[in-house]
């Protein structure tokens, strides 16, 4: 046996307990190893009248693991297609040769998925692997270093499989609108798609049979089901579908058997399942181990193998063990009982997997061991120093490296091989012993995200402490460190000048290091804030910077300037909100050149700070704003210079985009913003594509919880003038773009992914172009259209506004008019179901008011139908009121659920936008007199308004259903 290094190889000797005796290495092997044989392309040969017998006489036997359907039976497999020829050339990302179709292309991925292994797909001609990013699987040329995005997963991919001559690659995913997709790895080319398998739960492992014309998937829900598929028919329904019971524990492991395609096995951490299949149904098997079995501890299962060239299986334990499965003599092959357990080591055995003849384990220490079919031990690898080893995957090439040395042959070849550990590294071993690193990520999300102002350089922060500087067009690691303490970084960001990037901890303490070296320029961190750093930003002069921290305070650091040199020094600290900071921005007074400094807050709050009239640990705050009513900000952004006001540009939870002048705080315009998985979290404006011309068009870049998306200037409401695309699924973290405007860099909150986006500005204006101008992409957003029931309403509310406006009694001729009063916009929305508060109409009609003050300095006091729709489709909430938006409203007005009738009253006028005594009585008069006409005179024009009819009328104790279906009418 020899063990492998970097370097060269060297003898060495070992013992493990149960194993048979070691022999002399005279005894070893002296061919080359060869894999599996490619059977692909060939048909399999007609063996019915062999198999109905085995089948037969396994049925007989086989013990049912759960209840088995049949979705349909195949009469013949098909061959599979002829095979294509491999042109790896066509794996590029010439955005010049590629039409995109998208607004957001995925250009490159920093970072891969550790938890499922990286797979080999090096033959002769090509050096290629494939591995996971969050919902993506890359094909990566690690001698080019060039990277093949495969798309089309919602989902963080759970399990990849290839098959065996390396065609095939499959990819799975679990959760809502999950897929599982064959790609041809020749050509990143997906060739079959199934759509919502496992009752729309996904799978967790998938595997292919060895002529990869099965395809077994393991659901990842419990009970779990197995499925197999025929995927080179049209059918998007399994083969055969078995579902595995509640009293299997959730199994992980997938694996069909190379010599037989209808054996296959399934095994969780408890316990392993042998699976048997034939035309009508799955039939399982599951042994029983313990640790009493055997007189030792058994460990938990890792993974597990069938054993070469024999019918015996192996599983893997975390206690460094293997379980010799097989069936005792005269009994069925297919029911194995536990023969043996093998004391490899005493290390945890994480990866267990066959390479022709030899068996091939991988372990918590970082080491690759090769044994023979007797469990001895060949060769070894330990010095990968990439951490605890995930998955291993063995390319094509088979031929035995050049012997130039004239050394003895000890006749121990594989073919170069891909570690995959969980430190997120990916390791090569090349047939000659020669070991390199193709990647090495961080295994931990990325909070900390920024671009340089003028190079092309993003740095990126982790919550391990790791800081990394990447050059993102040659796709290389400028520089990293590693901070000794440990200490978890949650945000950093630039200087103006790129001289210096602010580093913010989650112990609320915050450093600045250099943006090439990322030394630290100070010797001791400001440890001023108590709680983690949310948010930091330099000002555009670069001589302030301010941080957020989780106490809802702001730390202000400014630069005092020396005679030879200037230092970062503290200015002040400020609990400004009550709720947490949300955003942070910094700007510049449009009367003088001095910095301004604003922070927005879930309290709705807009606070500005007085920089010019603090001091040193007393920072001043100058205004305090609340934009919001009822929604919920969420970020913030200066407008660009479209107008010849200064806007600020908010983001709230309830799917509104607000401008608001950034002076007097007076809500200018209210629009309907993107409406995806949910509200906009970041909004970052994008430098104009041709910095010269004041006439370039402006863009804004925004991350939703899991999206990215692309918003197209002025705001209008236009639907057609944003798209998006998924970011991560697990969430982000982080948003910047390059100084260029050119590419997005989005994080990942859990994913430990930074994906790099090219922005496509043609296809954003192609679709606000196919979206139609003027006023029809907002007929789209009432129901039914331009020929629906609501633009009739809207019509007929119209036209009797302005006979209203005219004088409903008049003797006079009533004139048809383009427009109506701007007074009258309240009462016609409210016909048509939206019910804005007082404050939401004021805007409103400010919004229309002032709309062309300073274009023309007068006011806007009329309104024509297309400004209408405008109007109503952008201000309406963009979720109809539910049920529970009642009952949280009545306990957030009364502490309760159900409140008094008294108390309900004096609320209404003590509360919010209080009501007079005169408004409560004319509001219940309208909705209460409908219901009491017995109370009418002859002529049905009086009502008894005396305090026994409201007594009458409304209920003692006032809840959520009786506010709406006694009181307002509806269902509830």
Same mark, same amino acid.
């Given at each position: 046996?020899?063990?492998?290094?970097?370097?060269?190889?060297?003898?060495? *000797?070992?013992?493990?307990?149960?194993?048979?005796?070691?022999?002399?290495?005279?005894?070893?092997?002296?061919?080359?190893? *060869?894999?599996?044989?490619?059977?692909? $392309?060939?048909?399999?040969?007609?063996?019915?009248?062999?198999?109905?017998?085995?089948?037969?006489?396994?049925?007989?036997?086989?013990?049912?693991?759960?209840?088995?359907?049949?979705?349909?039976? %195949?009469?013949?497999?098909? #061959?599979?297609?002829?095979?294509? #020829?491999?042109?790896?050339?066509?794996? &590029?990302?010439?955005?010049? +040769?590629?039409?995109?179709?998208?607004?957001?292309?995925?250009?490159?991925?920093?970072?891969?998925?550790?938890?499922?292994?990286?797979?080999?797909?090096?033959?002769?001609?090509?050096?290629?692997?494939?591995?996971?990013?969050?919902?993506?699987?890359?094909?990566?040329?690690?001698?080019?270093?060039?990277?093949?995005?495969?798309?089309?997963?919602?989902?963080?991919?759970?399990?990849?499989?290839?098959?065996?001559?390396?065609?095939?690659?499959?990819?799975?995913?679990?959760?809502?609108?999950?897929?599982?997709?064959?790609?041809?790895?020749?050509?990143?080319?997906?060739?079959?798609?199934?759509?919502?398998?496992?009752?729309?739960?996904?799978?967790?492992?998938?595997?292919? &049979?060895?002529?990869?014309?099965?395809?077994?998937?393991?659901? *990842?829900?419990?009970?779990?089901?197995?499925?197999?598929?025929?995927?080179?028919?049209?059918?998007?329904? %399994?083969?055969?579908?078995?579902?595995?019971?509640?009293?299997?524990?959730?199994?992980?492991?997938?694996?069909?058997?190379?010599?037989?395609?209808?054996?296959?096995?399934?095994?969780? @951490?408890?316990?392993?399942?042998?699976?048997?299949?034939?035309?009508?149904?799955?039939?399982?098997?599951?042994?029983?181990?313990?640790?009493?079995?055997?007189?030792? #501890?058994?460990?938990?299962?890792?993974?597990?193998?069938?054993?070469?060239?024999?019918?015996?299986?192996?599983?893997? !334990?975390?206690?460094?063990?293997?379980?010799?499965?097989?069936?005792?003599?005269?009994?069925?092959?297919?029911?194995?009982?536990?023969?043996?357990?093998?004391?490899?080591?005493?290390?945890?055995?994480?990866?267990?997997?066959?390479?022709?003849?030899?068996?091939?384990?991988?372990?918590?220490?970082?080491?690759?061991?090769?044994?023979?079919?007797?469990?001895?031990?060949?060769?070894?690898?330990?010095?990968?120093?990439?951490?605890?080893?995930?998955?291993? $995957?063995?390319?094509? &090439?088979?031929?035995?490296?050049?012997?130039?040395?004239?050394?003895?042959?000890?006749?121990?070849?594989?073919?170069?091989?891909?570690?995959?550990?969980?430190?997120?590294?990916?390791?090569?071993?090349?047939?000659?012993? !020669?070991?390199?690193?193709?990647?090495?990520?961080?295994?931990?999300?990325?909070?900390?995200?920024?671009?340089?102002? &003028?190079?092309?350089?993003?740095?990126?922060?982790?919550?391990?402490?790791?800081?990394?500087?990447?050059?993102?067009?040659?796709? !290389?690691?400028?520089?990293?460190?590693?901070?000794?303490?440990?200490?978890?970084?949650?945000?950093?960001?630039?200087?103006?000048?790129?001289?210096?990037?602010?580093?913010?901890?989650?112990?609320?303490?915050?450093?600045?290091?250099?943006?090439?070296?990322?030394?630290?320029?100070?010797?001791?961190?400001?440890?001023?804030?108590?709680?983690?750093?949310?948010?930091?930003?330099?000002? %555009?002069?670069?001589?302030?910077? +301010?941080?957020?921290?989780?106490?809802?305070?702001?730390?202000?650091?400014?630069?005092?300037?020396?005679?030879?040199?200037?230092?970062?020094?503290?200015?002040?600290?400020?609990?400004?909100?009550?709720?947490?900071?949300?955003?942070?921005?910094?700007?510049?007074?449009?009367?003088?050149?001095? %910095?301004?400094?604003?922070?927005?807050?879930?309290?709705?709050?807009?606070?500005?700070?007085?920089?010019?009239?603090?001091?040193?640990?007393?920072?001043?705050?100058?205004?305090?704003?609340?934009?919001?009513?009822?929604?919920?900000?969420?970020?913030?952004?200066?407008?660009?210079?479209?107008?010849?006001?200064?806007?600020?540009?908010?983001?709230?939870?309830?799917?509104?985009?607000?401008?608001?002048?950034?002076?007097?705080?007076?809500?200018?315009?209210?629009?309907?913003? #993107?409406?995806?998985?949910?509200?906009?979290?970041?909004?970052?404006?994008?430098?104009?594509?041709?910095?010269?011309?004041?006439? $370039?068009?402006?863009?804004?870049?925004?991350?939703?919880?899991?999206?990215?998306?692309?918003?197209?200037?002025?705001?209008?409401?236009?639907?057609?003038?944003?798209?998006?695309?998924?970011?991560?699924?697990?969430?982000?973290?982080?948003?910047?773009?390059?100084?260029?405007?050119?590419?997005?860099?989005?994080?990942?909150?859990?994913?430990?992914?930074?994906?790099?986006?090219?922005?496509?500005?043609?296809?954003?204006?192609?679709?606000?172009?196919?979206?139609?101008?003027?006023?029809?992409?907002?007929?789209?957003?009432?129901?039914?259209?331009?020929?629906?029931?609501?633009?009739?309403?809207?019509?007929?509310?119209?036209?009797?506004?302005?006979?209203?406006?005219?004088?409903?009694?008049?003797?006079?001729?009533?004139?048809?008019?383009?427009?109506?009063?701007?007074?009258?916009?309240?009462?016609?929305?409210?016909?048509?179901?939206?019910?804005?508060?007082?404050?939401?109409?004021?805007?409103?009609?400010?919004?229309?008011?002032?709309?062309?003050?300073?274009? !023309?300095?007068?006011?806007?006091? @009329?309104?024509?139908?297309?400004?209408?729709?405008?109007?109503?489709?952008?201000?309406?909430?963009?979720?109809?009121?539910?049920?529970?938006?009642?009952?949280?409203?009545?306990?957030?007005?009364?502490?309760?659920?159900?409140?008094?009738?008294?108390?309900?009253?004096?609320?209404?006028?003590?509360?919010?936008?209080?009501?007079?005594?005169?408004?409560?009585?004319?509001?219940?008069?309208?909705?209460?007199?409908?219901?009491?006409?017995?109370?009418?005179?002859?002529?049905?024009?009086?009502?008894?308004?005396?305090?026994?009819?409201?007594?009458?009328?409304?209920?003692?104790?006032?809840?959520?259903?009786?506010?709406?279906?006694?009181?307002?009418?509806?269902?509830?």
């Amino acid at each position: 046996m020899t063990e492998r290094s970097a370097t060269s190889p060297s003898p060495r *000797s070992n013992s493990f307990i149960d194993a048979p005796p070691l022999k002399d290495d005279s005894h070893i092997r002296k061919h080359n190893v *060869s894999p599996e044989p490619t059977t692909t $392309s060939a048909p399999p040969k007609d063996s019915s009248a062999s198999e109905t017998d085995h089948s037969n006489s396994q049925s007989e036997v086989l013990k049912e693991g759960g209840s088995s359907s049949k979705a349909s039976t %195949p009469t013949a497999l098909p #061959p599979p297609a002829p095979p294509l #020829p491999r042109p790896h050339t066509e794996r &590029s990302n010439d955005s010049e +040769a590629e039409v995109s179709s998208t607004p957001l292309g995925l250009m490159w991925t920093f970072g891969l998925n550790q938890y499922v292994p990286a797979a080999s797909l090096c033959d002769e001609t090509s050096r290629v692997i494939a591995y996971t990013c969050s919902h993506t699987t890359v094909l990566y040329d690690f001698e080019a270093n060039e990277q093949h995005i495969l798309q089309g997963h919602r989902n963080v991919v759970t399990s990849v499989c290839v098959s065996i001559d390396k065609r095939w690659v499959v990819t799975a995913d679990s959760g809502q609108d999950n897929v599982i997709i064959v790609w041809n790895s020749h050509n990143g080319v997906p060739v079959k798609t199934l759509f919502g398998t496992h009752d729309g739960v996904g799978a967790c492992a998938v595997a292919l &049979s060895s002529d990869s014309k099965i395809l077994a998937s393991l659901s *990842s829900a419990v009970p779990q089901s197995l499925a197999l598929w025929d995927w080179s028919m049209e059918a998007d329904t %399994p083969l055969l579908l078995l579902d595995l019971g509640t009293d299997c524990s959730r199994q992980t492991f997938l694996l069909f058997n190379p010599k037989d395609q209808q054996q296959l096995l399934l095994n969780s @951490e408890n316990d392993v399942l042998f699976c048997f299949w034939d035309e009508e149904k799955i039939h399982t098997y599951r042994p029983k181990l313990t640790d009493l079995d055997f007189n030792r #501890p058994v460990g938990r299962y890792g993974q597990s193998i069938f054993k070469p060239d024999s019918s015996a299986v192996l599983t893997a !334990t975390l206690l460094g063990n293997l379980v010799v499965w097989d069936a005792k003599s005269g009994q069925n092959a297919f029911c194995r009982q536990a023969a043996k357990l093998v004391s490899l080591q005493g290390k945890a055995l994480t990866v267990l997997t066959t390479v022709g003849q030899y068996i091939v384990t991988g372990d918590s220490q970082g080491q690759v061991k090769f044994y023979d079919e007797s469990l001895k031990l060949l060769s070894w690898y330990h010095e990968l120093n990439a951490g605890p080893i995930t998955g291993v $995957s063995f390319s094509t &090439s088979v031929q035995p490296p050049a012997n130039t040395r004239g050394e003895k042959d000890d006749g121990f070849h594989v073919p170069e091989f891909v570690v995959t550990t969980t430190s997120a590294a990916v390791v090569i071993v090349k047939d000659n012993g !020669t070991i390199s690193t193709i990647r090495r990520e961080s295994n931990v999300a990325a909070l900390g995200l920024d671009a340089h102002p &003028s190079r092309p350089h993003i740095c990126t922060g982790t919550k391990s402490g790791l800081l990394r500087l990447w050059d993102y067009q040659s796709k !290389t690691l400028v520089s990293e460190r590693q901070l000794v303490d440990g200490a978890s970084i949650t945000c950093l960001a630039f200087d103006a000048a790129g001289q210096f990037i602010a580093v913010g901890f989650l112990d609320g303490a915050m450093c600045i290091v250099d943006s090439l070296t990322l030394e630290d320029e100070y010797a001791s961190r400001f440890c001023y804030s108590k709680d983690a750093i949310l948010r930091c930003v330099f000002s %555009p002069k670069c001589d302030y910077l +301010a941080a957020v921290d989780r106490d809802c305070c702001c730390t202000v650091f400014y630069y005092k300037k020396a005679a030879d040199e200037g230092a970062w020094a503290y200015l002040g600290r400020q609990r400004s909100h009550y709720k947490p900071i949300c955003d942070v921005i910094f700007g510049i007074n449009p009367d003088s050149s001095f %910095p301004r400094l604003l922070t927005l807050g879930e309290d709705r709050v807009l606070v500005e700070y007085d920089l010019s009239a603090s001091s040193e640990d007393d920072l001043r705050l100058l205004h305090c704003d609340r934009l919001e009513q009822s929604a919920v900000p969420a970020c913030m952004a200066w407008y660009p210079a479209l107008t010849s006001e200064d806007f600020l540009l908010t983001a709230n939870d309830q799917f509104k985009l607000k401008l608001f002048n950034s002076t007097t705080k007076m809500c200018r315009k209210t629009v309907l913003g #993107p409406v995806y998985d949910s509200s906009l979290k970041r909004l970052l404006v994008l430098p104009p594509a041709d910095k010269n011309s004041k006439q $370039s068009k402006r863009y804004v870049a925004y991350a939703t919880e899991e999206g990215v998306g692309l918003l197209k200037l002025p705001i209008d409401g236009n639907p057609h003038n944003s798209l998006s695309v998924i970011g991560h699924p697990g969430g982000l973290s982080a948003l910047c773009c390059c100084h260029e405007g050119k590419y997005l860099f989005t994080a990942g909150a859990s994913d430990a992914t930074v994906y790099m986006w090219e922005i496509h500005y043609n296809v954003l204006e192609a679709a606000s172009k196919l979206g139609g101008e003027g006023i029809i992409p907002f007929y789209d957003l009432l129901q039914g259209g331009r020929d629906g029931p609501l633009f009739a309403e809207m019509e007929d509310f119209f036209y009797y506004a302005q006979i209203k406006s005219q004088g409903v009694s008049t003797m006079h001729v009533h004139k048809a008019a383009s427009s109506i009063p701007l007074q009258e916009v309240p009462a016609i929305v409210r016909a048509l179901g939206f019910y804005p508060s007082e404050h939401e109409v004021t805007n409103l009609l400010t919004e229309v008011k002032y709309g062309q003050y300073v274009e !023309t300095g007068e006011y806007v006091q @009329e309104v024509n139908l297309e400004h209408l729709i405008r109007l109503y489709v952008n201000h309406r909430p963009a979720a109809s009121t539910s049920r529970d938006d009642l009952a949280d409203a009545l306990e957030t007005l009364g502490g309760s659920t159900a409140v008094a009738r008294e108390e309900f009253l004096r609320l209404l006028q003590t509360s919010g936008e209080h009501m007079t005594e005169i408004e409560i009585v004319d509001c219940l008069t309208k909705l209460l007199s409908g219901r009491h006409d017995d109370n009418d005179d002859e002529e049905g024009t009086t009502v008894d308004l005396s305090a026994s009819f409201f007594e009458e009328s409304l209920p003692e104790s006032m809840t959520a259903e009786k506010l709406m279906t006694e009181l307002l009418g509806f269902r509830y």
